[in-house]
């Protein structure tokens, strides 16, 4: 033993957790899944001037969360071009609306604002599903959007 207590050269016999060599590859790409409340707890925003192209008041809340996740996955670089997204909208039971892609637009379709389950938000149940939608050796956020 030295001076500062710590050993010249190494014991003779390791225990068996650190004998055993672990290679663990990382990744630089990341998978970002925005998880979307769409139960009524959070009111929806109508537009009282402008309807929509069906006739009906446009939901600005709605569009804020587009807006948003829109430019949240729209500006990557070089570096990030393999990085991918996904949109879960929930309520009661939450739904994959599309599995995780690298896209430059998420789809904002009937599949993200058809009926939803109006009892509660089942904000565990979303991030559940959130989590094992991740692929593997992938860094992962969960972004979440009301």
């Not at 390791?14 to 060599?21: C, K, R, T, V, Y």
């Not at 899944?33 to 925003?45: A, L, M, N, Q, Y």
């Not at 896209?103 to 009926?115: K, W, Y």
Request: glycine letters at 8%; aromatic letters at 6%.
């Amino acid at each position: 033993m030295n001076k500062e207590g710590l050993f010249d050269d190494p014991p003779d016999h390791l225990p068996g957790e650190l004998a055993q060599p672990r290679v663990r590859q990382t990744t630089e790409d990341a998978t970002v899944i925005f998880v979307i409340d769409r139960t009524p707890g959070v009111p929806s925003d109508p537009e009282p001037v402008r309807p929509g192209p069906d006739g009906s008041p446009i939901d600005r809340r709605r569009e804020r969360i587009k807006t948003f996740v829109d430019e949240a996955v729209r500006p990557r670089g070089v570096d990030r071009r393999s990085d991918r997204a996904s949109v879960t909208p929930f309520g009661r039971t939450p739904r994959l609306a599309s599995p995780s892609a690298v896209v430059a637009q998420l789809p904002f379709g009937d599949r993200l604002t058809g009926q939803f389950d109006a009892g509660y938000a089942n904000t565990a149940a979303a991030s559940r599903l959130a989590r094992a939608a991740f692929p593997e050796r992938a860094g992962r956020r969960i972004v979440r959007a009301r």
